[in-house]
């Protein structure tokens, strides 16, 4: 080696020796880029990425061929992999490439906090009044003495509950995590069939540690709108911090209990004509998926339809699976992971929207804490409730096998 080349060092490496082999192939394609749609890939997500509509094959064997004829003219040390070890990160030659796609494998859907309607709440009880009888219109001679009839009315409350996640970052964590996309993570979404999983990018520790606190609360409410019980915790908060849920609010009324049984056609229509008796109207239905695969099975069995001509659409826009065509007419069928499939308890809800609410003093809210240490911590809010104002207007299967 002369002294100028011992002072200038040996310079940058050109060409396609940067990233050896890999650019030989891809020449300047980015690490993870899909360079070939798969045809069985027809989602919109797949379509609206540019570099599905691309084949670069063409182009990369340009590259080859270009990458073949320069390495031709220079003579190297042979390396092998074993010569450069495994690949552990900090003491090889072969670089680790982390996928920069985040899984949440936990992820749960959670439709029904975008089914009901949230109302605002001003103070920290929901209250509301309602007529439980009428005194009634009567029939009566000429000139009857005529006398009043009096109306009965009750007044209902319901306490607005705490609902928090907490997430914290160190500083050293802050500094070294990079960049990730929350692969199917949708933090405000429904997991429906019309919202799906969207994937947001976490610039940094802090963002991706807010976007899944964010997805975690989403799956606390879906749990409380079914399971919540204000006495005994169904979560991991104290007893008495959660709301009374569905399940605890409605209790035994219009409740078809079928004992563990298979569900049929006549349990279906039976529990909707007890909510209509009672004068509700019901617009929706929910239930465990177990019970939802086995209705399912029944419709095309009962009504000798074909798969495709189950769904539609509910009257708040988002689409349904299953369609239940019933005495008042078509209700939609929305399962949630938060009723059980346990063997003997499924369940079946025919409810009236019109009359099920979610009553909010403050919706979900980003509060940063005090910095004591190297790190940055945070909670996420909410103070809500549900209401079932009406609950005669609904009817449920209980006890399904």
């Known amino acids: 080696m002369t002294a100028e080349a011992g002072a200038k060092g040996t310079g940058p490496i050109p060409g396609p020796m940067n990233q050896g082999v890999y650019s030989i192939s891809f020449a300047n394609l980015p690490n993870e880029h899909v360079y070939q749609k798969p045809i069985w890939d027809t989602t919109l997500e797949a379509k609206a990425r540019k570099e599905m509509e691309t084949d670069m094959r063409p182009e990369m064997k340009a590259a080859l061929d270009r990458g073949m004829a320069y390495s031709m003219g220079i003579d190297v040390k042979a390396l092998n992999v074993t010569d450069m070890g495994a690949g552990t990160a900090g003491k090889d030659l072969i670089p680790v490439s982390v996928d920069q796609r985040l899984v949440d494998q936990s992820r749960r859907f959670t439709p029904w906090t975008e089914m009901f309607m949230r109302v605002t709440n001003f103070g920290i009880t929901a209250d509301y009044n309602r007529i439980t009888a009428k005194g009634g219109g009567f029939t009566a001679g000429d000139d009857a003495a005529l006398s009043e009839r009096n109306n009965t009315s009750s007044r209902a409350t319901k306490p607005i509950k705490q609902l928090y996640t907490v997430g914290r970052v160190t500083g050293f964590a802050q500094a070294g995590v990079p960049s990730y996309m929350m692969q ?14 969207g994937s947001p990018v976490a610039p940094n520790a802090l963002q991706m540690e ?11 409410e879906e749990n409380l709108i079914w399971n919540g019980n204000s006495t005994t915790s169904v979560g991991d908060g104290e007893d008495g911090t959660e709301f009374d849920g569905v399940t ?15 569900i049929t056609w006549d349990d279906v229509e039976e529990t909707v004509q007890l909510a209509y008796d009672d004068s509700g109207h019901v617009t929706a239905s929910g239930a465990n998926s177990r019970t939802t695969t086995d209705l399912r099975k029944i419709m095309l069995d009962y009504f000798r339809v074909s798969p495709g ?11 349904a699976r299953i369609i239940l065509e019933t005495m008042q007419g078509p209700v939609p069928l929305i399962p949630s992971q938060y009723l059980t ?22 919706d979900t809210t980003f509060q940063k804490m005090g910095i004591n240490n190297d790190s940055e911590k945070f909670f996420l809010k909410k103070y809500e409730t549900i209401l079932l104002r009406a609950t005669k207007f609904n009817a449920f299967v209980d006890n399904v096998d």
């Open 248 to 262: 605890v609010q409605q209790s035994t009324t219009n409740q078809n209990d079928i004992e563990g049984a298979d």
């Open 341 to 362: 499939n346990t063997a003997d308890q499924g369940q079946l809800w025919f409810l009236d929207m019109e009359y099920a609410e979610m009553r909010v003093l403050l």
């Open 184 to 197: 199917g993570l949708q933090p405000t979404g429904t997991g429906t069939d019309s919202i799906g999983f």
């Open 210 to 220: 807010i976007l899944v606190q964010g997805q975690a609360m989403q799956e606390l």
């Open 309 to 319: 001509q189950l769904g539609g659409t509910t009257g708040f826009g988002i689409p």
